[in-house]
């Protein structure tokens, strides 16, 4: 069976990779950016392993003999499901297997904005880390006693919120369906936005979502607030965001994911000193790789079996 892994793999995992033609599994590693290869191996290919380039009509068109899509993470945003239907071509995903890193990567977003590590870093590079202006001082805040807001409450927000709480912080969420929880208190989502002096996001995209933290939203945040997305880019109004960091109203962002990916080196939003930024790995770390690709190869074996998959979507 063909595989074609589109991203790419460090030595570690490449060698994990070679190892699976035991299971006769033919994996293909495929770099984003080299489209030759993809197209090449695509004409051939049985299953897709997606992890962020979109997979459009075009793409699908492209591979006569694709049967699965296999998400390597949870959103299927970035996945033609109709296309997918049409051609009877299987979707699954795999919930659950990058939440610890993706609750890490949260966490360090919010240290990282209170703390304006960032520029610490930067000053302490080129040997000003000792004589940066007493005035920033004011503006080194610890998330003990902060209310920290979270959007969606996904197995994501629920390694979160413990944390946050032993932390000494004050933990409400808002999800769209009503739950029941020890750390949290649940609330709706202007009260959240309202009361939460730092607001994360942890809601897929469609829909109903996309722009949902937009100019009316962030001008009802709290003055001060901190802003945290790890979760898809099209969430927020980047163009009200920049305007609210700029102008103080919010005091900063801790941002993985973004509208237009990669993010142009000339976007607004990398000119404020306020804002932290990674390019969309807040799910990459070992753990995740190594439960990703049990939960691919097992769903690779139960499509060459003809058993049901796991996390099927389409």
């Not at 003809?306 to 979507?313: A, D, E, N, S």
Request: proline content about 6%; glycine content about 8%; overall charge negative.
């Amino acid at each position: 069976m063909k595989v074609v892994f589109h991203y790419d793999a460090g030595p570690a995992l490449a060698a994990s990779l070679r190892e699976l033609s035991t299971e006769g599994l033919d994996i293909v590693v495929c770099p984003v950016d080299d489209r030759d290869r993809f197209r090449h191996h695509m004409a051939d290919a049985e299953v897709l392993w997606h992890v962020l380039e979109p997979v459009t009509r075009s793409v699908l068109d492209a591979a006569p003999r694709l049967r699965l899509i296999q998400k390597i993470g949870v959103g299927v945003n970035t996945i033609d499901l109709a296309a997918a239907a049409a051609r009877s071509i299987r979707v699954a995903n795999m919930p659950g297997t990058n939440s610890p890193a993706v609750a890490e990567a949260t966490l360090a977003l919010m240290l990282a904005a209170l703390r304006r590590t960032p520029g610490f870093d930067a000053a302490t590079r080129r040997g000003e880390g000792w004589s940066w202006d007493p005035e920033l001082q004011d503006d080194l805040l610890e998330i003990g006693g902060r209310c920290v807001g979270l959007v969606g409450y996904g197995s994501v927000p629920a390694i979160v919120a413990p944390v946050l709480a032993a932390l000494g912080a004050e933990v409400i969420a808002h999800t769209r369906f009503p739950r029941t929880d020890a750390v949290a208190t649940f609330c709706s989502l202007p009260e959240l936005l309202a009361r939460a002096d730092i607001v994360s996001l942890h809601l897929p995209l469609d829909d109903d979502t996309r722009h949902l933290i937009d100019a009316d939203a962030i001008a009802s945040m709290r003055p001060g607030a901190v802003l945290v997305n790890t979760a898809r880019g099209g969430l927020v109004d980047e163009n009200a965001l920049f305007d609210a960091l700029r102008s103080g109203h919010l005091r900063a962002a801790g941002l993985d994911t973004f509208q237009e990916e990669p993010l142009p080196a000339d976007h607004p939003l990398l000119g404020l000193d306020n804002v932290v930024v990674t390019p969309h790995i807040a799910w990459l770390t070992t753990g995740t790789l190594d439960r990703s690709v049990d939960v691919a190869v097992d769903n690779c074996r139960r499509l060459r079996a003809g058993q049901p998959l796991r996390h099927r979507v389409v």
